[in-house]
């Protein structure tokens, strides 16, 4: 057996660098990591902490291979696959983990340091926000400290840590203008065949496709932001800014859902447009859904996966897993007329039996009343508008026959208990109806010039089917709360209206604050994470580049690379000084060859030439002319002339 | 006092200073024969602002020296005998009462000289003793609370003889590190010592001979040492020699800082003295035995017993760069 030896504790110095780089580069993942896998990785890191500080001995090999097996399972079993963001950063960890008890040299801590930066670039994969970018450059900054702080302990140099991280800090910044050569001008592929495969398990945000208004008793009003609009022109009114998503029309009494969502060829061919143009770009947050949101009604869009359903909402074919942008032209003026069969009209019109029966007895006996369907859709907001209802995002849980609950007992609720209360109204006296569920609002930044729709806009509007207008948009919530509709919940939050619906106004510094960085992340999201193939071919195009292509991006990158790389060298290269060469000591060197004697170690050059002297007096006064000049020109003060004497005396030097 | 009265006092100027030292050089060469070298290097010791310790047996001409020096340099000059019942008041002197002023007034002691003697200091008990390593020190004396400053230039002349002898308190080595030099000034070679036989009165020659220097040239050349050129190579030279001596398994305290310090200093004064452009390293070879002599300890196991062969041993292991 092999006697096994403790380390020799060279690594204890840097290892704490090491290990801080690794922790550093690690935190970013543990929120989506197994509990199991950190504490692998602490409880490795302090073993191996252990074994360094005592000069144990590391942990045998069959141990190691034990650990790293049971590791691997641990990951198939917490995540039931080894690919993807999740597993593999798992993975990556937990070789960090396990390579530090087998890390003894050098050469080991290496590889902990490039683990280091690929869990940095890991958690890229995951998350790019811009407000994690400064913590990963200094994660970055931190694993190059820990890379200086080993060399040095090798190098047996003494630089203080400061020091340190000045100088990774400057090597940061000398790979700064090699990094946007590349990020530039490396060629962008349109359908990334390096996808990231996402976490399909993850929660939706966004909207629902269902609404059962009156199962929830509150809604939840979430800043975070749905979309961001930039207008090639004017906004439209705050009152035209409706974002169709998708559409319900199937109601059993208390819930509303739709279609999933499918192509309808015929659908644009349905829609007449009249007035000026509204022309715009959307980019989208993911939603992990179909649905694509745009202005009341979208007439065209420019992705090619973006298609219409038959009740004219957009969807694109796969789930927006990422941030995707998209740019679209519609029409504040618009009629929707398709045929209304048969078919369609039961579609639409369908209540179930025996349900909300008070809400059926009331319209009917109000359509009664009216005069046709359009003074009857009127009748009914007016009954809205003047007896007493009220808006409030806190409205009392209805139970079953939620409609008859609303109607006439609780009189509370939001966009959707209206919406969902004048679909049935109509629905009960031969009306066809639906349900638009979407966005209204948003809120201008003044900071970005582009609107911003949050989770919070999120809204729910009615559309009735009227014989000579087609389908028709109602707003029920603007009949009971105009305010909602003309400034938005944001707009109606800041100036204190919203106080009566249970919101509270936010603080107008801290507002201004969120606008300032949300302007700063739209920019982030445009320029730097939507630097796709077009924005590179426009960018580089405008740089100067005439049709940009991949094999001159390449070439061009390839170019300034090797400019970059040569013009560092060259200012490196300038920088350096070699140690002057001391020209004396060759020349003297040169006259004791030429004498044949070689200097004793410790003997003078006095003690030397009277040594040489003692074999002729000629020999002994070209030694003494030699000795003088050279002394006087090797430990005198600086003169040139001494060199060009000494150069002298040595050529003229005769054995 | 004694000064050199025939000399102008004003500043010499790099080739006056040349030849006032040779002339004090040639001086001194003609009372002591034969030790030129121990003469160049008791005048480095001193414009290196050293002290000088001079262990020899009696009769080899230390006193000689002392005396020569201060009146070849124009000093000032006190001889201190020191014997085993010297006390401190007896070289720093004592403050008296007088009856007529009413008050007490200081009388300086012999130590207030710009040459002192310090004959066999090694006699005096240590208290003695150090009373005049603190004034060596400190150059100054304080007496009753009161301090008097030594006179400018202040140099101090040690006899020792070698502590086999009865009757002695051999100076420490933490005191013996004071000094900047330890001489052994050894017999005359036949030629000095006939020379001495068949010559004049040492004594009576030693009352003719002038003064070259005064002390305010003496604290001109002490300036003028302290800006000799030390070229790179020769500081590597320096720091060469002091690692040597304290990695040397021959040597168990090798120098210190205020050693290599020292080697610098008397190195630039021999140079100066010399007339070398910068210090050359025959200077530091020249000066090692005397100041790095007495500060090296050989380790219990040498084969080097004696101060000299281990400075010798350290210059010959010691490659100049």
């Known amino acids: 057996m092999v006697k096994r030896t403790g380390t020799d504790g060279s690594l204890l110095a840097s290892l704490p660098w090491t290990l801080a780089a690794l922790a550093f580069s690690l935190a970013p993942h543990v929120q989506f990591l197994p509990v199991w896998i950190t504490v692998a990785f ?47 950063s798992a993975l990556l960890a937990i070789m960090a983990a396990l390579k530090l008890l087998e890390t003894r040299k050098r050469r080991d801590q290496f590889v902990l340091l490039f683990i280091s930066i690929f869990l940095v670039m890991a958690s890229l994969l995951r998350e790019q926000y811009l407000w994690s970018l400064p913590y990963l450059i200094l994660a970055v900054v931190l694993t190059m400290t820990a890379w200086l702080r080993m060399s040095l302990a090798d190098d047996g140099g003494e630089t203080s840590v400061k020091q340190s991280f000045k100088t990774a800090g400057r090597l940061m910044l000398y790979a700064t203008p090699l990094m946007l050569a590349m990020w530039i001008l490396f060629p962008r592929i349109a359908t990334p065949f390096w996808a990231i495969p996402v976490d399909t398990s993850s929660a939706t945000s966004g909207l629902s496709d269902r609404m059962s208004p009156g199962d929830i008793s509150s809604l939840s009003l979430s800043d975070a932001v749905a979309f961001r609009v930039k207008f090639d022109g004017d906004a439209p009114d705050p009152i035209d800014r409706y974002w169709r998503g998708l559409v319900l029309y199937r109601f059993n009494g208390r819930t509303w859902s739709g279609w999933e969502p499918i192509m309808a060829r015929s659908a644009r061919e349905e829609l007449l447009v009249a007035g000026e143009p509204v022309r715009y770009q959307v980019t989208m947050e993911p939603t992990r859904q179909q649905w694509v949101f745009a202005l009341d009604i979208p007439f065209e869009w420019s992705r090619s996966e973006i298609f219409m359903g038959p009740q004219h909402q957009l969807a694109k074919e796969q789930p927006i897993d990422q941030r995707m942008a998209y740019q679209a032209t519609s029409y504040t003026r618009y009629q929707i007329t398709p045929k209304m069969t048969s078919y369609s009209r039961t579609r639409y019109t369908r209540l179930p039996a025996k349900s909300n029966p008070r809400t059926v007895e009331l319209a009917q006996s109000m359509r009664r009343a009216s005069e046709d369907d359009e003074s009857f859709a009127k009748a009914v907001l007016q009954r809205f508008h003047e007896e007493e209802y009220f808006y409030t995002l806190r409205p009392p849980a209805l139970g079953s026959n939620p409609v008859d609950r609303f109607m006439f007992d609780t009189r509370r609720g939001f966009c959707e208990h209206y919406a969902s209360a004048f679909a049935v109204m109509m629905r009960a ?71 009566s619906w249970g919101l509270a106004a936010p603080i107008a510094f801290v507002h201004r604050m969120g606008l300032t960085w949300d302007a700063l992340n739209a920019k982030w999201n445009d ?56 020209h004396a000591a060759l020349l003297y060197k040169k006259f004791t060859r030429k004498a044949g004697l070689v200097p004793n170690c410790g003997e003078t050059p006095q003690d030397y030439a009277s040594r040489l002297g003692q074999d002729g007096e000629e020999l002994a006064a070209g030694a003494d002319r030699v000795t003088a000049q050279y002394l006087s020109a090797r430990y005198g003060p600086p003169n040139p002339a001494a060199m060009d004497l000494l150069r002298a005396a040595v050529a003229g030097f005769k054995n | 006092m004694q000064r050199g009265s025939t000399l102008e006092q004003l500043p010499l100027g790099a080739d006056g200073q040349r030849v006032a030292i040779d002339n004090a050089r040639k001086s001194l060469g003609t009372i002591i024969l034969g030790k030129d070298e121990k003469i160049s290097l008791s005048m480095a010791c001193l414009l290196a602002r050293g002290h000088l310790l001079i262990e020899d047996l009696p009769g080899l001409g230390k006193t000689m020296l002392a005396q020569a020096l201060a009146r070849v340099l124009g000093l000032s000059y006190q001889r201190i005998q020191f014997t085993s019942d010297l006390l401190p008041a007896d070289i720093v002197g004592v403050s008296i009462f007088r009856q007529s002023d009413g008050e007490f007034k200081f009388q300086p002691g012999p130590v207030f000289a710009q040459l002192v003697l310090a004959d066999e200091v090694n006699r005096a008990t240590p208290k003695a003793q150090s009373a005049l390593l603190e004034a060596m020190e400190e150059q100054q004396v304080s007496v009753d609370g009161q301090t008097h400053a030594l006179p400018e230039p202040f140099f101090v002349v040690a006899t020792q003889n ?31 010592e006939r020379a001495l036989i068949t010559g004049r009165d040492r004594r009576q020659m030693l009352e003719e001979i002038e003064a070259t220097l005064s002390p305010e040239l003496v604290t001109e050349l002490q300036e003028a040492v302290e800006k000799v050129h030390m070229s790179g190579p020769l500081v590597d030279y320096v720091q060469a020699l002091v690692r040597f001596t304290r990695e040397s398994p021959d040597i168990e305290t090798g120098l210190s800082p205020r050693g290599s310090l020292a080697l610098v200093a008397a190195a630039k004064a021999h140079a100066f003295i010399l007339h070398h452009s910068g210090v050359f390293p025959d200077d530091v070879q020249a000066v090692f035995a005397a100041v790095a002599g007495h500060r090296l300890k050989p380790a219990s196991g040498s084969s080097y017993r004696s101060p000299g062969e281990l400075s010798r041993h350290v210059l010959d292991s010691v490659a100049i760069p």
Request: charged residues 20%.
């Open chain 1, 429 to 499: 006296v031969g009306i066809p109806s639906r349900i638009v569920l979407g966005y209204q609002g948003g809120e201008m930044n003044p900071m970005g010039r582009y609107l911003i729709v949050r989770q919070a806009d999120a809204h729910a509007w009615t559309e009735i089917w009227l014989p000579n207008r087609g389908w028709h948009r109602v707003d029920p919530t603007a009949a009971v709360a105009p305010e909602r509709i003309e400034f938005g919940i944001t707009g109606a939050m800041l100036s204190g209206i919203a106080a």
């Open chain 2, 162 to 192: 070698p502590s086999d002898q009865i009757g002695t308190f051999p100076l420490p080595e933490s005191q013996l590190d004071r000094f900047l030099m330890r001489l052994e000034l050894g017999y005359p070679n036949e030629e000095s």
């Open chain 1, 527 to 582: 320029w730097i994470l939507g630097y796709g193939p077009d924005k590179q071919d426009s960018f580089l195009e405008w740089l100067g580049m005439d049709e940009p292509d991949w094999r001159k991006m390449m070439l061009t990158l390839t170019f300034l690379i090797a400019a970059l790389v040569g013009l560092i060298s060259l200012v490196l290269m300038m920088r350096y000084r070699p140690p002057p060469k001391d």
């Open chain 1, 42 to 88: 602490l409880a490795c890191a302090g073993w191996r902490w252990d074994i360094e500080r005592h000069r144990r001995a590391l942990p045998r090999p069959w141990l190691r291979v034990v650990l790293a097996l049971v590791c691997f399972l641990g990951v198939l079993a917490s995540y039931e696959s080894v690919s993807g963001v999740g597993p593999g």
